[in-house]
């Protein structure tokens, strides 16, 4: 019992990273409907930032983990302003499109830094080990991505629900050209969408660099891991990112724990979770949270 | 007047010289970015070094090599296209990188009769068919897993041993052979595990905990091993680790931290902090080519460079025998090279049969935040035995 116990925190606990990467994509995407393929890059540019800071300029680490929250918000931010702003208007493959090609920007420019290519460690911020209770095991560095996660959401909620601006985002996300017939600005609307999207992008690059170092191929797949639970949660939600996260999370522990001594060379934690959303999808197209769109003709 | 005349001839000598000097290109086509950069990275860096080492002390009289570093990104068909390009050029030898590129070029190599020398230390690449012109420079990976785990049986007798191996021709390149060695020493291999970068391998290391494992030997790259010791310290299980070269090194002390200590780890290069003209080689050359600390302390940084010396040297052969620079004239001085080298715990040797160029290999733990070896440097037998049945 305490074995299934364990994979089951594992899981719920590296889902909360799943969820937190998955956070600001959703957002992006409630807001503006862009699929964002650089997502990954705007985690390895918090990361990074954070390293550069601590290590090359000796920024005590928490005070890097603040600037880098703000850092990497701007660095959205203006990414909106300068390459998608031109784009309102234009068709959603041309938005897609230039997102895929931010990436690979954004992955030329980063090999320009001397953090391109390597490992890299982020100094200890947290104590070595972690908490263990009934013989179950969490690291220090997961706790803080299930706080993480846990404050977002909250922040989120409480956002989308009560502020004005929240409330614009989801008129915009709802319908542009009503919103903006209202005299909600739009472009404001996806600006601050991207700017809050780089805050939960550098929150779970500095947690996944706490957890399994700083390698730009690893940061970037963390932003690629997203896209099975935003489509597992749906798209535009944000309680189904952190559902969507925690549930392949679970999944990929259970298969690994359970299935992987059976299967030569194992690897089943890897494909599990997705014979699942397979299933999810073919009963729930729009994921489990996400909007079901009707078109009347 | 006459000392202007003097300068002039002086400058035409020179000139003279250098104009005579034959330019030899090499090629190097490897991850500069993108998967394993962290390792190709110090790898053409140490390609670099060595031959502007060689260039500037002159040590191939009439010869001026001209090294390029390609970065193919760890993409099998950037890596043909480099290879195309230095067939068409007529480069005497060709240095290669990955696993994957390597043996998709076997037919190709063969068939151009290019001498090639990758840093994969897959067996595969110098199993026939197809394998006169590859020469890996250090023992396989193959021979570094069964090192290790002679070295295991030999502490732990009836050791219960599982493998986490990367999940590609890389990872699983040791398997069949370790399993067989396994069978010979007593030990049991339990599982086989491929593994990349998972956040979390509680699953997987519980699982192994319930099956009794004592040693987790690792074919992997240093990221995810790190990611899984630390885990394996964090649930405090009494398993130790061990792995072949590209699983260990100063990158995994750096990325474990604590968590690494004995590990034990099998390769052929010294270490910068030992004591020795290997070791002091490397670090004179890091330093007067201006390179960083962590380019100096990665093993992969002597691991380019001895792949360069390895071509220099049968260049240096061919030459020295009178013969023009060729693929042809390279082979035939690779095939009997013997040269006593600085930058590995043995002497690179090749012939017909043999297709390893440094023979021995040596065990080293991790103790106080580095790497020291605990054997002295050995070739294993049992390798031999279970792979050719020699």
């Given at each position: 019992m305490s074995y299934f116990l364990q994979l089951l925190v594992s899981g719920i606990v590296v889902g909360s990273i799943y969820a937190l990467a998955a956070l600001g994509f959703v957002l992006i995407y409630k807001a503006s409907r862009v699929i964002n393929f650089a997502h990954g890059h705007f985690i390895a540019i918090g990361a990074f930032t954070a390293y550069a800071l601590a290590v090359d300029f000796g920024v005590n680490i928490w005070i890097a983990a603040l600037v880098v929250l703000v850092f990497t918000a701007i660095v959205a931010y203006f990414t909106e302003r300068v390459f998608l702003?031109?784009?309102?208007?234009?068709?959603?493959?041309?938005?897609?499109?230039?997102?895929?090609?931010?990436?690979?920007?954004?992955?030329?420019?980063?090999?320009?830094?001397?953090?391109?290519?390597?490992?890299?460690?982020?100094?200890?911020?947290?104590?070595?080990?972690?908490?263990?209770?009934?013989?179950?095991?969490?690291?220090?560095?997961?706790?803080?991505?299930?706080?993480?996660?846990?404050?977002?959401?909250?922040?989120?909620?409480?956002?989308?629900?009560?502020?004005?601006?929240?409330?614009?985002?989801?008129?915009?996300?709802?319908?542009?050209?009503?919103?903006?017939?209202?005299?909600?600005?739009?472009?404001?609307?996806?600006?601050?969408?991207?700017?809050?999207?780089?805050?939960?992008?550098?929150?779970?690059?500095?947690?996944?660099?706490?957890?399994?170092?700083?390698?730009?191929?690893?940061?970037?797949?963390?932003?690629?891991?997203?896209?099975?639970?935003?489509?597992?949660?749906?798209?535009?939600?944000?309680?189904?990112?952190?559902?969507?996260?925690?549930?392949?999370?679970?999944?990929?522990?259970?298969?690994?724990g359970y299935l992987d001594a059976y299967i030569p060379g194992g690897g089943t934690g890897d494909v599990f979770p997705f014979l699942v959303l397979l299933l999810v999808l073919w009963?729930?197209?729009?994921?489990l949270f996400g909007t079901e769109e009707i078109e009347r003709v | 007047m006459k000392n202007k005349r003097t300068l002039w001839a002086l400058a035409a000598v020179l000139a003279m010289g250098f104009a005579a000097a034959e330019k030899v290109h090499i090629m190097w086509s490897g991850a500069i970015t993108g998967p394993t950069s962290d390792a190709g990275k110090y790898y053409a860096q140490g390609i670099e070094d060595y031959c502007n080492y060689i260039n500037d002390t002159g040590y191939v009289a009439g010869v001026e090599f001209v090294c390029e570093v390609r970065d193919d990104q760890y993409n099998n068909a950037n890596t043909l296209r480099n290879f195309e390009e230095a067939v068409d050029r007529g480069d005497p030898i060709f240095l290669g990188y990955s696993?994957?590129?390597?043996?998709?070029?076997?037919?190709?190599?063969?068939?151009?009769?290019?001498?090639?020398?990758?840093?994969?230390?897959?067996?595969?690449?110098?199993?026939?068919?197809?394998?006169?012109?590859?020469?890996?420079?250090?023992?396989?990976?193959s021979e570094q897993v069964i090192a290790i785990l002679e070295y295991i049986a030999k502490t732990t007798p009836g050791a219960k041993v599982a493998m986490v191996v990367h999940p590609s021709p890389f990872g699983r390149a040791p398997v069949e052979d370790a399993k067989k060695a396994a069978a010979e020493l007593g030990i049991t291999i339990v599982e086989v595990q491929e593994a990349s970068k998972n956040l979390d391998n509680t699953a997987t290391l519980k699982r192994f905990e319930n099956k009794g494992v004592q040693y987790i030997v690792y074919q992997n790259v240093a990221g995810p091993v790190a990611t899984m010791i630390k885990d394996a310290q964090r649930l405090g299980l009494n398993i130790k680790h061990a792995g072949a070269h590209y699983?260990?090194?100063?990158?995994?002390?750096?990325?474990?931290?604590?968590?690494?200590?004995?590990?034990?780890?099998?390769?052929?290069?010294?270490?910068?902090?030992?004591?020795?003209?290997?070791?002091?080689?490397?670090?004179?050359?890091?330093?007067?080519?201006?390179?960083?600390?962590?380019?100096?302390?990665s093993v992969h940084y002597p691991s380019g460079m001895l792949a360069a010396a390895v071509a220099i040297e049968a260049i240096k052969e061919a030459k020295d025998a009178g013969k023009k620079i060729s693929p042809e004239t390279v082979y035939e001085a690779l095939l009997k090279i013997d040269w006593p080298n600085k930058l590995a715990v043995g002497p690179v040797t090749y012939s017909k049969d043999d297709h390893v160029g440094v023979d021995m290999l040596r065990v080293l733990e991790a103790k106080d935040g580095r790497f020291v070896p605990i054997t002295e440097p050995f070739s294993s037998q049992l390798f031999r035995k279970v792979h050719y049945g020699k």
């Open positions: 702003k031109p784009l309102v208007g234009q068709p959603i493959i041309s938005v897609i499109m230039v997102t895929i090609g931010l990436a690979s920007v954004f992955g030329g420019l980063i090999h320009l830094t001397p953090y391109g290519s390597g490992n890299f460690s982020l100094p200890a911020f947290l104590p070595e080990g972690g908490v263990t209770f009934w013989g179950i095991s969490v690291s220090y560095p997961q706790l803080l991505a299930v706080l993480f996660t846990a404050v977002f959401l909250v922040a989120f909620a409480w956002f989308f629900q009560r502020s004005t601006i929240g409330i614009a985002m989801r008129a915009v996300a709802d319908d542009q050209m009503a919103s903006m017939s209202l005299g909600v600005s739009v472009e404001k609307v996806f600006a601050l969408a991207w700017a809050a999207a780089g805050i939960t992008a550098a929150a779970s690059g500095l947690i996944v660099g706490a957890i399994s170092g700083l390698n730009l191929e690893g940061l970037v797949g963390i932003g690629l891991k997203v896209f099975p639970v935003v489509i597992l949660g749906g798209l535009d939600s944000i309680p189904g990112a952190v559902v969507g996260g925690i549930i392949i999370g679970i999944l990929e522990n259970l298969a690994a009963f729930k197209p729009h994921g | 696993t994957g590129g390597t043996l998709q070029l076997k037919p190709l190599i063969q068939e151009v009769g290019l001498p090639f020398i990758p840093a994969s230390y897959h067996i595969g690449n110098i199993d026939p068919p197809d394998n006169d012109y590859i020469f890996l420079p250090i023992p396989s990976y699983a260990g090194g100063p990158d995994l002390l750096r990325l474990a931290g604590p968590a690494a200590e004995g590990f034990l780890w099998v390769t052929s290069y010294y270490m910068p902090d030992e004591d020795n003209d290997g070791a002091r080689f490397v670090k004179e050359l890091g330093a007067k080519y201006g390179r960083p600390a962590d380019t100096i302390e």
